[in-house]
């Protein structure tokens, strides 16, 4: 089978980015969520050099970010799909990513995901809904997070680029010491 065929590829060239990539796929594909979500975060580190270079629209686009949100959706790791990657298409998915915010059973640590957030709508979400539940703390730190200086929006774009670049790619740095 094909899956065979890229698992021996891998066996003898591991770091083969293509290779990654079609098995990555291929286990999305057969809903092997966990195995496809592993697969993509090696390319995506094969490609930019363990996540120190800007990530290309070549490496992550639409469609990779759209199935590595549907992988943490499935094994319901919610706040991942909007810390970051709900940020990264091209269009934020703000209802995925309000609609996770808001999912009580899920097996991430909410918390240490904020941190990664560059978008102020998303940030001001999560106030609201700390506000909400009562929880002041959490509200607080979402706060003090959104009032960073890169993260002003009359920054000029650059900065904010900037900003959002540096928060992404420590955010990919953590999935990798996650599941790898």
């Excluded at 083969?16 to 286990?27: E, F, G, Q, R």
């Excluded at 496809?36 to 390319?43: E, F, G």
């Excluded at 094994?75 to 909007?82: A, G, P, S």
């Excluded at 240490?112 to 929880?135: C, R, V």
Aim: aromatic share 10%; glycine share 2%; net charge negative.
């Amino acid at each position: 089978s094909l899956n065979q065929i890229t698992t021996h590829a891998l066996s003898t060239n591991p770091n083969n980015p293509s290779w990654l990539h079609t098995n990555a796929d291929i286990c999305f594909h057969e809903a092997r969520y966990t195995s496809a979500l592993k697969y993509y975060l090696l390319y995506g580190h094969v490609m930019t050099d363990a996540f120190s270079e800007p990530i290309a629209k070549n490496v992550y686009n639409d469609g990779v970010y759209q199935r590595l949100i549907k992988c943490c959706s499935q094994i319901k790791c919610h706040t991942q799909v909007v810390a970051v990657l709900c940020q990264c298409l091209e269009e934020v998915d703000y209802a995925h990513a309000f609609k996770a915010l808001q999912e009580t059973n899920s097996n991430d640590s909410m918390d240490s995901m904020y941190s990664f957030i560059w978008d102020i709508s998303i940030m001001e979400f999560l106030i609201y809904h700390h506000a909400k539940q009562g929880e002041t703390e959490k509200k607080n730190e979402v706060i003090q997070l959104m009032g960073q200086m890169e993260l002003n929006c009359s920054n000029p774009s650059e900065i904010q680029q900037e900003a959002a670049r540096i928060r992404k790619a420590a955010f990919f740095q953590t999935l990798i010491a996650l599941y790898l």
